[in-house]
């Protein structure tokens, strides 16, 4: 009997559990839950994975899988590439700032 009690109260728990993304969406969090929001960390992720090239070019260079001038196009490459994505997740934050700026201004929320 005891052991049907456990199992029950187990099954229970796990069925009313909550992961994260349900959390956010009944709690009804605006940023979070925003399309902007959303882009902006598709775009910080992209800008990130872009960064995270350059030690892996290092390497092959060090490495000698690649020539110097090799090393220098990709290096040149990859910097106006991460510039490029940079820029993109920076608009993404300020169109995001602006909306809640927005948001602030109409629940009377300002800053003192």
């Known amino acids: 009997m005891k052991k049907i009690l456990l199992i029950l109260s187990i099954v229970l728990f796990a069925s009313c559990k909550q992961t994260p993304s349900e959390t956010a969406t009944i709690t009804g969090d605006p940023i979070t839950s925003s399309d902007i929001y959303k882009k902006?960390?598709?775009a910080y992720n992209d800008y990130a994975s872009c960064k995270m090239e350059r030690p892996q070019l290092t390497t092959d260079f060090m490495?000698?899988?690649?020539?110097?001038?090799?090393f220098a196009a990709?290096?040149?490459r990859n910097n106006k590439t991460c510039n490029i994505k940079k820029e993109i997740f920076n608009k993404y934050y300020q169109l995001l700032e602006a909306e809640f700026d927005k948001a602030a201004v109409a629940h009377k929320i300002m800053e003192e």
């Open 74 to 76: 990709a290096l040149e």
């Open 63 to 70: 490495d000698q899988k690649i020539t110097q001038e090799e």
């Open 40 to 42: 902006y960390v598709i």
